[in-house]
């Protein structure tokens, strides 16, 4: 067979565009749809509680900005439906009262509360005008054995299970935060599940007790075949089939080792609709699950109509005047995210720029397709950087493009080690194209 036959040609270019529609995220396209995925499923922020207890430095102010940020992010969509607020110092008080009140006038975002598992706490939210409260529930040995005293699974639980009590006669959900479960036994987590569910099984429906899988340290895995704790689809299953519906849980991971939204689509694929987070992925240590990667694959799943992505660029630019920005090369919203500096993409955005973006950046987060100038650039990067200021798409041969090049070429060949941005450039482009 010769090289020329190996490969049969076809009048027209697959580019699988049910996978990759033009105008929304990558879609999914099942060989076989998984059997538990849920009819919906949505996020819920912690930001307030975990990623002010991650170093984020709210006031007031900042704090109830944020809020507003999130309502403008969800919109109508229902894909962000809860942010959880701290009580315990004036100012956490402050931004909660402000939350309700926007809540009441029509704010998209429930706003609930966190508190330890004591009765004292839920004394403390019991009359602050939520419907919800989380509650701090260590599963794993780790904690039951080393944080009370004298210390063990039965006294954890039994106080655990006081505070339940006390929410539930509050008129209140309780939603208890399984903390550290990808590391505790099942002989604590199911007898505890069912112990909650039959303390709250004579209160309405609308008090149904939340469970929250936290995989605290990050040691979850997206694997079916791994034996408890560490499976996050096998946890999942374990309670659902303990008859804990669906849309009663929620997972909440930390990126410890990499595999934070990985291990979201684990819990989702199977069955739980709820993942907890922060938006631009604040929190302890290396950050919660960012909530804008999760939904982007929540949309490619078909489980949540697609909120306004754009508005996550106010919450960025908030996030760099608080000295917390996001680095450079996060996905999606850091300034390097879709900037590219070899010559050869340039040259393919040029041709065709979905070659080199994996979705409409432009169109779906309101972010340009940046080249920066490098030594490697080559002119097709000029041209793509000139188009995307200007509106004006120069050939490769005009002679003002070939001069500015070639000026950019003396100064790598000189020794100049940083790469050229618009900035530096824009002065010099719109004289040449004075004179075009």
Request: charged residues 20%.
């Amino acid at each position: 067979m010769s090289a020329t036959s190996a490969v049969p040609d076809v009048a027209e270019a697959n580019l699988f565009p049910d996978a990759f529609p033009p105008g929304d995220f990558p879609a999914f396209v099942w060989e076989k749809r998984p059997a538990d995925l849920p009819v919906q499923a949505w996020t819920t922020e912690t930001t307030h509680r975990d990623g002010q207890q991650g170093g984020l430095p709210l006031t007031v102010e900042t704090g109830l900005r944020i809020y507003d940020l999130m309502g403008e992010f969800t919109g109508t969509t229902g894909a962000l439906r809860q942010a959880e607020f701290f009580v315990y110092r004036p100012a956490d008080r402050a931004m909660l009262e402000g939350a309700l009140e926007r809540w009441r006038g029509g704010h998209p975002v429930e706003p609930t509360t966190w508190i330890r598992a004591t009765r004292q706490d839920a004394a403390l939210v019991a009359h602050l005008g939520v419907r919800e409260t989380g509650m701090l529930a260590s599963a794993s040995d780790y904690h039951t054995f080393h944080k009370f005293t004298p210390g063990g699974r039965a006294q954890a639980a039994g106080a655990y299970l006081g505070a339940v009590a006390a929410v539930l006669d509050a008129g209140l959900r309780p939603r208890l935060h399984l903390e550290d479960a990808t590391r505790a036994p099942r002989e604590f987590i199911l007898p505890f599940v069912e112990a909650v569910q039959t303390l709250a099984a004579d209160f309405p429906a609308e008090q149904a007790p939340k469970f929250r899988l936290c995989d605290t340290m990050g040691v979850g895995l997206p694997l079916e075949q791994v034996a408890w704790p560490r499976s996050v689809p096998g946890m999942v299953r374990e309670l659902r089939a303990a008859g804990v519906p669906g849309e009663l849980l929620e997972f909440h991971p930390h990126n410890d080792t990499h595999l934070i939204v990985a291990n979201c689509l684990a819990a989702v694929l199977a069955g739980c609709a709820a993942i907890n987070g922060t938006l631009l992925g604040k929190g302890e240590r290396s950050g919660n699950a960012p909530l804008e990667g999760a939904l982007l694959h929540l949309v490619g799943l078909g489980l949540v109509e697609r909120p306004n992505f754009p508005a996550l660029n106010s919450l960025a630019e908030l996030y760099g005047a608080l000295g917390q920005g996001v680095p450079a090369k996060y996905p999606l919203y850091g300034r390097d995210a879709h900037r590219t500096r070899a010559g050869i993409h340039a040259d393919g955005l040029n041709k065709f720029w979905p070659m080199y973006a994996p979705f409409d950046v432009p169109g779906l987060l309101g972010r340009p397709l940046e080249v920066s100038l490098t030594k490697d650039s080559g002119l097709a990067g000029l041209i793509f950087l000139i188009k995307g200021h200007t509106g004006r798409e120069l050939d490769k041969h005009h002679p003002g493009v070939q001069a500015l090049h070639a000026e950019l070429g003396a100064e790598f060949d000189a020794g100049r080690q940083t790469a050229v941005e618009w900035e530096e450039l824009e002065s010099r482009v719109h004289a040449l194209l004075r004179e075009t």
